[in-house]
């Protein structure tokens, strides 16, 4: 970024005065010593006939010379032109600011004449720089229906561009007649929409757009001219308001299918959603091509959709090789008091220039009707000024536009665009306008807004407006704009498609086509091969070693590591879990799959595991050893992510129903901060599919284990996982060996199976000595979702077994260590690697090894009333011979105690009642 502070004009406001004096005076002294833009500007001042110099004290002016003043009054509205102007349809409801800063009384000007000549700087205009002819300039720029606020801006070419796009003679594309029909006939399809399904369909809810009928030729526009520009693909994320208008008049979904929606025949396959959370995708026709455009699904939780709209994009752009953002677009469509109220959206801009998660730019619109559904969003929803201030975080340009003036609109969607396909920035279109009805289609809404409402009832339609200004001027006649009624409720009633857009059937080339229907209806049990033979793995766990360049200076105690798997290559040690885990991503970008792992210090690893990323012990530089383990293989990216679990996993899940080819897994610091991110959970991992059949191969690395870490640093809350299970909607799994951490995560993409993968993986067992696989459990077997006792083989030993224990995760060793420690011969020991879809056929299998078991045990180190024992009793109800007990802490409130010494009790007793030895 270009800062220059202290050498751009726009600093030339009263608090810089002085600075400006000081500046001048350096000047005089010796001219190379400031900026050559200051240069330039101290040149046009001493030639100024209106410049009052005095050389004699080394002053330039006299404290407020008339050329200084107008270039204030220039700076002032640049600045704060946004507060006057006229963006607000509603008028005198909205808090009027009056900005002295922008008259001429306060910068001493209004006894200069209107014809004096002045220089007017870096302010573009053409026309003779007159005091009248500026001020008349700034006002037809900054104070009319589009408030320009970017002055907030760190970079001084972003902001010059802008000055140069926006300003008088660079101002408002004349439009031609037939774009100002065009613009007519999208207004008129945005409200004879919902003016038809209101009487259609009468009581039902459709969240319309009636007040923001401008959304839609604002979309038209962004689609349309990014098309001309290149655009390949718009995926586009929103809530229920004005979304059915937008499926209808923008994505071209057929009007009878929606008419089939309201009246209930859907398919009954699925659980299915409401109408107005769904969503679509279709081609349209540009002057550029087509254009493919996607309306991600919704749930009701408002401004969650954005980070998943944003992983999508970032996937679509990874596939076409989009770097720079010209080909794959994001959209996204928030409410006012949301888009202030949301954290979730300060955490989706805090991503949007990070390498992990940036996508060149998304288009932000807030439709601001100027209320959250009862609540007033000035005095009771916000604290700042605007609901988008959240967005000056990242030095974005914000345009606030009056959304009755669809001209207006559709030129702030212009320059919207063309922000940022030039600098690959997040830009936001603040559409000013009004909830025309309450909340919903049957909500009252002169309860709570009354004074509001009052004004809103005998508003005219932004529609009607926009009519009568056209027919005034010529363009359409009156007959011509009801003919355009007509016409579209026509179209309404056939059930066809209404959309203004001319729908294309080209679809996306092949090489960019994700092909989802091979993972339809699929079963969990497929015979795949996952493992790898010796001899690759000998290569790769060499190359990991051999292929860091000569100069690279790693970390000592990170080169033993490398040292260290580069043996277990060999067969000279056992391999440990990082060596399970890494040799998987290696073999799975070697067979052309692509890695992606992110989250928070996943490229070390939280416990120092993984070191997935080497970096140069002198300088600045990095080495990843998964992107050099074959010349040609798969990408595999490895991000250490901002600080954020919501928007995070939220992206991750979008860039996953975009790819799934690619292995995208998320990983927690600690399994219990997963609960910052619940919500995508809910509406999103578990349900998705039974929602919206949204297929999603997504994998969470949750650390899980009660270690005498106390109560946040012990719980993935397994119990809320295993509640959510049904319908197959995702997989739990627990595998508590290196082999069969690499067996799992290749069986998840090798298999024609894509469903959420949550791993609830270890912390102490990364490096327990007993937590260990032979370089054969690689070479041969497969991810056993059920695991025998690994102490009693023999036929004649099992049959002399009395109790048997059930557990998953690092309580099984526990259980070993003392059992062998008492020499418990007629105790098996069953683990359960995968809980969901739970494996009751091999359960069955396994304990059928044991028939003169009497008591059969689930243990667990959690609380009774957490862990898995809730979600999974009623599925051993298979086993009548023997009533399932369960071992485990009490029940607590919090995960585990605070205590090291109360910790480790507590895991000695249930050990010790577990094998049956409470009682000595």
Same mark, same amino acid.
Not at 675 to 685: E, K, L, R, Y
């Given at each position: 970024?270009?800062?220059? /502070?202290?050498?751009?004009?726009?600093?030339?406001?009263?608090?810089?005065?002085?600075?400006?004096?000081?500046?001048?005076?350096?000047?005089?002294?010796?001219?190379?010593?400031?900026?050559?833009?200051?240069?330039?500007?101290?040149?046009?001042?001493?030639?100024?006939?209106?410049?009052?110099?005095?050389?004699?004290?080394?002053?330039?002016?006299?404290?407020?010379?008339?050329?200084?003043?107008?270039?204030?009054?220039?700076?002032?509205?640049?600045?704060?032109?946004? %507060?006057?102007?006229?963006?607000?349809?509603?008028?005198?409801?909205?808090?009027?600011?009056?900005?002295?800063?922008?008259?001429?009384?306060?910068?001493?000007?209004?006894?200069?004449?209107?014809?004096?000549?002045?220089?007017?700087? $870096?302010?573009?205009?053409?026309?003779?720089?007159? %005091?009248?002819?500026?001020?008349?300039?700034?006002?037809?720029?900054?104070?009319?229906?589009?408030?320009?606020?970017?002055?907030?801006?760190?970079?001084?070419?972003?902001?010059?561009?802008?000055?140069?796009? #926006?300003?008088?003679?660079?101002?408002?594309?004349?439009?031609?007649?037939? /774009?100002?029909?065009?613009?007519?006939?999208?207004?008129?399809?945005?409200?004879?929409?919902?003016?038809?399904?209101?009487?259609?369909?009468?009581?039902?809810?459709?969240?319309?757009?009636?007040?923001?009928?401008?959304?839609?030729?604002?979309?038209?526009?962004?689609?349309?001219?990014?098309?001309?520009?290149?655009?390949?693909?718009?995926?586009?994320?929103?809530?229920?308001?004005?979304?059915?208008? *937008?499926?209808?008049?923008?994505?071209?979904?057929?009007?009878?299918?929606?008419?089939?929606?309201?009246?209930?025949?859907?398919?009954?396959?699925?659980?299915?959603?409401?109408?107005?959370?769904?969503?679509?995708?279709?081609?349209?026709?540009?002057?550029?091509? @087509?254009?493919?455009?996607?309306?991600?699904?919704?749930?009701?939780?408002?401004?969650?959709?954005?980070?998943?709209?944003?992983?999508?994009?970032?996937?679509?752009?990874?596939?076409?090789?989009?770097?720079?953002?010209?080909?794959? %677009?994001?959209?996204?469509?928030?409410?006012?008091?949301?888009?202030?109220?949301?954290?979730?959206?300060?955490?989706?801009?805090?991503?949007?220039?990070?390498?992990?998660?940036?996508?060149?730019?998304?288009?932000?619109?807030?439709?601001?009707?100027?209320?959250?559904?009862?609540?007033?969003?000035?005095?009771?929803?916000? $604290?700042?000024?605007?609901?988008?201030?959240?967005?000056?975080?990242?030095?974005?340009? #914000?345009?606030?536009?009056?959304?009755?003036?669809?001209?207006?609109?559709?030129?702030?969607?212009?320059?919207?665009?063309?922000?940022?396909?030039?600098?690959?920035?997040?830009?936001?279109?603040?559409?000013?306008?009004?909830?025309?009805?309450?909340?919903?289609?049957?909500?009252?809404?002169?309860?709570?807004?009354?004074?509001?409402?009052?004004?809103?009832?005998?508003?005219?339609?932004?529609?009607?407006?926009?009519?009568?200004?056209?027919?005034?001027?010529?363009?359409?006649?009156?007959?011509?704009?009801?003919?355009?009624?007509?016409?579209?409720?026509?179209?309404?009633?056939?059930?066809?498609?209404?959309?203004?857009?001319?729908?294309?059937?080209?679809?996306?080339? @092949?090489?960019?086509?994700?092909?989802?229907?091979?993972?339809?209806?699929?079963?969990?049990?497929?015979?795949?091969?996952?493992?790898?033979?010796?001899?690759?793995?000998?290569?790769?766990?060499?190359?990991?070693?051999?292929?860091?360049?000569?100069?690279?200076?790693?970390?000592?105690?990170?080169?033993?590591?490398?040292?260290?798997?580069?043996?277990?290559?060999?067969?000279?040690?056992?391999?440990?879990?990082?060596?399970?885990?890494?040799?998987?991503?290696?073999?799975?970008?070697?067979?052309?799959?692509?890695v992606r792992l992110s989250g928070q210090d996943c490229g070390r690893g939280t416990f120092s595991h993984r070191h997935s990323v080497l970096h140069h012990q002198k300088r600045r530089e990095q080495w990843i050893p998964l992107q050099h383990t074959a010349d040609f293989q798969a990408k595999f990216t490895v991000i250490d992510s901002v600080l954020s679990?919501?928007?995070?996993?939220?992206?991750?899940?979008?860039?996953?129903?975009?790819?799934?080819?690619?292995?995208?897994?998320?990983?927690?610091?600690?399994?219990?901060?997963?609960?910052?991110?619940?919500?995508?959970?809910?509406?999103?991992?578990s349900s998705g599919e039974q929602k919206w059949q949204r297929l999603c191969g997504l994998v969470m690395f949750l650390p899980h284990g009660l270690e005498g870490q106390g109560p946040e640093h012990s719980s993935a809350r397994l119990e809320r996982f295993v509640q959510m299970t049904a319908q197959e909607n995702m997989q739990i799994c627990i595998p508590?060996?290196?082999? /069969?951490?690499?067996?799992?995560?290749?069986?998840?993409?090798?298999?024609?199976?894509?469903?959420?993968?949550?791993?609830?993986?270890?912390?102490?067992?990364?490096?327990? @000595?007993?937590?260990?696989?032979?370089?054969?459990?690689?070479?041969?077997?497969?991810?056993?979702?059920?695991?025998?006792?690994?102490?009693?083989?023999?036929?004649?030993?099992?049959? /002399?077994?009395?109790?048997?224990?059930?557990?998953?995760?690092? *309580?099984?060793?526990?259980?070993?260590?003392?059992?062998?420690?008492?020499?418990?011969?007629?105790?098996?020991?069953?683990?359960?690697?995968?809980?969901?879809?739970?494996?009751?056929?091999?359960?069955?299998?396994?304990?059928?090894?044991?028939?003169?078991?009497?008591?059969?045990?689930?243990?667990?180190?959690?609380?009774?009333?957490?862990?898995?024992?809730?979600?999974?009793?009623?599925?051993?109800?298979?086993?009548?011979?023997?009533?399932?007990?369960?071992?485990?802490?009490?029940?607590?409130?919090?995960?585990?105690?605070?205590?090291?010494?109360?910790?480790?009790?507590?895991?000695?007793?249930?050990?010790?009642?577990?094998?049956?030895?409470?009682?000595?």
């Open positions: 970024m270009n800062y220059q /502070q202290g050498m751009d004009e726009s600093f030339l406001d009263g608090d810089h005065a002085v600075f400006l004096e000081q500046l001048y005076s350096r000047y005089q002294q010796d001219p190379g010593s400031v900026d050559t833009h200051w240069q330039a500007y101290f040149q046009r001042l001493d030639a100024s006939p209106i410049s009052s110099v005095s050389n004699g004290n080394g002053k330039v002016m006299e404290h407020r010379t008339e050329q200084l003043h107008v270039s204030r009054l220039i700076n002032a509205y640049r600045y704060l032109g946004h %507060l006057e102007a006229d963006t607000n349809p509603l008028g005198d409801y909205a808090y009027k600011v009056s900005v002295p800063q922008l008259m001429l009384e306060h910068h001493d000007l209004e006894k200069v004449s209107l014809d004096t000549v002045f220089d007017p700087g $870096s302010f573009n205009i053409t026309a003779k720089p007159t %005091l009248g002819n500026i001020l008349s300039a700034l006002r037809e720029t900054y104070v009319r229906t589009i408030g320009f606020e970017y002055m907030h801006i760190l970079d001084v070419q972003e902001k010059r561009w802008l000055q140069r796009r #926006i300003e008088p003679d660079m101002a408002r594309c004349r439009l031609t007649h037939p /774009q100002r029909r065009k613009i007519l006939e999208s207004l008129t399809a945005a409200e004879g929409f919902e003016q038809y399904l209101h009487r259609r369909f009468v009581g039902q809810k459709r969240f319309g757009l009636e007040g923001g009928e401008s959304l839609i030729p604002l979309l038209q526009t962004l689609i349309h001219e990014g098309g001309r520009q290149g655009l390949q693909e718009v995926v586009i994320g929103m809530a229920h308001r004005g979304r059915l208008n *937008v499926l209808t008049n923008v994505l071209c979904k057929s009007a009878g299918e929606l008419f089939k929606e309201f009246e209930g025949k859907i398919d009954e396959t699925y659980t299915g959603d409401v109408k107005y959370h769904k969503g679509f995708s279709c081609d349209v026709s540009t002057e550029g091509g @087509p254009v493919h455009l996607v309306l991600a699904f919704n749930p009701s939780h408002l401004e969650i959709v954005s980070p998943v709209v944003e992983g999508s994009v970032r996937a679509r752009q990874d596939r076409r090789e989009d770097r720079d953002g010209d080909q794959v %677009l994001g959209i996204s469509i928030h409410g006012d008091a949301a888009f202030a109220g949301q954290g979730v959206v300060m955490e989706t801009f805090n991503m949007a220039q990070t390498r992990g998660y940036r996508t060149r730019g998304t288009i932000h619109i807030v439709i601001n009707n100027q209320v959250g559904f009862t609540t007033s969003t000035v005095s009771d929803s916000r $604290s700042t000024y605007y609901p988008t201030d959240v967005a000056k975080m990242i030095n974005t340009p #914000i345009f606030h536009v009056n959304g009755d003036d669809p001209e207006a609109v559709v030129y702030a969607a212009q320059v919207a665009l063309e922000y940022r396909q030039l600098f690959q920035k997040d830009v936001v279109i603040d559409l000013v306008c009004y909830r025309r009805l309450g909340h919903n289609e049957a909500d009252e809404p002169t309860m709570t807004q009354p004074v509001m409402y009052s004004i809103i009832r005998d508003l005219p339609t932004t529609r009607a407006k926009y009519a009568t200004y056209l027919s005034e001027a010529g363009v359409v006649s009156a007959g011509g704009a009801k003919g355009l009624v007509d016409a579209y409720r026509t179209k309404l009633a056939n059930g066809g498609i209404t959309c203004c857009n001319s729908q294309t059937r080209s679809g996306l080339p @092949p090489e960019l086509q994700t092909h989802w229907k091979v993972y339809v209806d699929q079963p969990w049990r497929q015979d795949v091969d996952t493992t790898c033979s010796a001899e690759r793995i000998l290569g790769i766990s060499e190359r990991w070693v051999s292929n860091i360049p000569p100069d690279f200076v790693p970390h000592p105690r990170v080169l033993k590591v490398l040292e260290a798997r580069a043996a277990m290559g060999r067969g000279e040690q056992p391999a440990d879990w990082g060596f399970g885990e890494t040799l998987a991503y290696a073999t799975l970008v070697e067979d052309g799959f692509d679990e919501e928007a995070v996993l939220a992206f991750e899940y979008g860039y996953a129903t975009a790819e799934p080819e690619t292995l995208v897994i998320w990983e927690a610091q600690f399994g219990d901060f997963v609960n910052g991110a619940q919500v995508v959970i809910d509406q999103f991992i508590s060996t290196p082999a /069969q951490v690499f067996h799992m995560l290749r069986r998840q993409m090798i298999r024609k199976y894509r469903k959420p993968l949550i791993v609830f993986t270890p912390k102490s067992l990364l490096r327990h @000595p007993l937590a260990i696989s032979k370089l054969e459990e690689f070479t041969n077997g497969k991810f056993e979702v059920v695991m025998d006792d690994v102490d009693i083989t023999d036929v004649g030993a099992k049959e /002399q077994v009395k109790r048997v224990i059930m557990c998953s995760g690092k *309580v099984y060793y526990d259980l070993l260590e003392e059992r062998r420690k008492q020499g418990l011969g007629d105790v098996a020991i069953v683990r359960l690697e995968q809980l969901y879809p739970f494996p009751a056929q091999e359960l069955v299998d396994v304990m059928e090894y044991y028939p003169s078991a009497r008591s059969v045990i689930w243990c667990q180190e959690e609380p009774v009333n957490q862990g898995a024992w809730n979600g999974i009793k009623h599925r051993f109800e298979a086993y009548d011979y023997a009533e399932v007990v369960c071992v485990s802490r009490p029940a607590m409130a919090a995960p585990a105690v605070g205590s090291l010494y109360m910790h480790q009790r507590q895991q000695q007793a249930l050990v010790r009642e577990a094998l049956g030895l409470e009682g000595d």
